[in-house]
């Protein structure tokens, strides 16, 4: 599984690099200044979760398996339904997807305690 969730932050990450660019570049003059904050709110909770996703491979003796899981499913979940969502919103204006923010930022809440709870239980070797 920790292979699985490299991969999908190192692809989260590549893309929130691209996206990020695009932003900066493509968008300048297409969205407010308004959209664009929150495009790059976006790109930046898909880079930091993507980062996350790499850093379970690190714990991946130290945290139980299955807190592992729960900790990736979380993150993963959360860069589609957070950014996914504000990517949506700002470049389609498609306002029925708004809703979905606020799961993935819970999502990304659940994620990070259920790393702390991994942590905190885990089996350190000193």
Known sequence: MTKSFALIGALA???S????AFGAHALKSVLSATQLTAYHTAVD??????LALLLL????????ERLLLLCGVFFTV??????GSIYLLTLLEWRFVGPVTPLGGLCFMIGWGCLI??????????
Do not use: D, P
């Open 13 to 15: 990450a590549l893309c």
């Open 17 to 20: 690099v691209i996206f990020g």
């Open 45 to 50: 909770y898909q880079f930091y979760h993507a």
């Open 57 to 64: 491979v690190a714990f991946r003796n130290i945290i139980s």
């Open 78 to 83: 959360g860069i589609v339904f957070f950014s």
């Open 117 to 126: 709870a991994g942590i905190v239980k885990g089996q350190w070797r000193e």
